[in-house]
């Protein structure tokens, strides 16, 4: 029997066009293997979280992402590193998503990548997103952590990522949190 769709969503914590976070995800999914799809989510239109905004009902770009974080058998994350963190817009879609009686984020298989065009690959950045994920009860990928310094030497000018070994690192990613997410998804039907 043919082995169930898989869906993966991907978030970049970059809004910026011309982003080596988002062209990092934009390749991935090119190599996704069959059977797994892959999803770009959106925080551009996301609003600075504010409880009463909440309250009066949730914004359609925050629904979204929820529905989509709940559809995804997992989701990896893509950051840059901002003054040796993630960027603040990244986290507040993720304090969006972690709140209201469905978190979306609990219990679910999450990636983190971190891409800078300096030489430590956004990996302070990538820490503090993981304590973050852990910290709303998502089921993080242990292993492998990458961390893509250097990124103009490993992107095309269209944010494709053409550095052999780098790819190489990413399919690896795919296969390992395939697994991991194959692994909880037969746990949880236990
Ligand atoms: C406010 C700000 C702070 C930054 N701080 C860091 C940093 O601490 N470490 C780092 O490696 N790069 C830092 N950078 C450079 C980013 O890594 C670079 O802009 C990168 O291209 C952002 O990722 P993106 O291309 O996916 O948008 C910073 C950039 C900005 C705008």
């Known amino acids: 029997m043919a082995s169930p769709l898989m869906k993966i969503l991907t978030i970049s914590g970059s809004l910026k066009a011309t982003s080596f976070n988002t062209g990092l995800l934009r390749t991935l999914a090119h190599m996704a293997p ?5 999803v770009e989510a959106s925080i551009a239109d996301i609003p600075m979280f504010n409880e009463d905004l909440e309250v009066a009902g949730l914004p359609a770009s ?11 058998d997992g989701v990896i994350i893509s950051t840059p590193e901002y003054n040796f963190s993630y960027p603040g817009v990244l986290k ?4 969006w998503a972690s709140r209201g009686p469905v978190r979306p984020f609990a219990d679910k298989p999450v990636a983190t990548i971190s891409v800078s065009p300096g030489n430590f ?3 302070r950045a990538q820490t503090d997103l993981r304590r973050l994920m852990h910290s709303i ?5 242990p292993k492998p952590e990458i961390a893509i310094p250097q ?6 000018d269209d ?3 053409t550095d052999e070994a780098t790819r190489a690192m990413i399919t690896t990613l ?6 991991f997410i194959r692994v909880h998804n037969s746990q949880a039907s236990e």
Do not use: M, Y
Not at 62 to 72: G, P, R, Y
Not at 137 to 141: F, I, P
Not at 151 to 156: I, R, S, T
């Open 62 to 72: 925050v629904a979204t992402l929820k529905q989509q974080i709940a559809e995804a």
């Open 137 to 141: 009860g998502a089921h993080v990928l």
């Open 121 to 123: 690959g956004g990996i």
């Open 174 to 179: 795919i296969e390992k949190f395939s697994a």
């Open 92 to 95: 507040n879609a993720i304090d």
């Open 151 to 156: 990124a103009k030497l490993k992107f095309d």
């Open 159 to 161: 944010r494709r990522l």
């Open 34 to 38: 069959e059977g797994v799809t892959v």
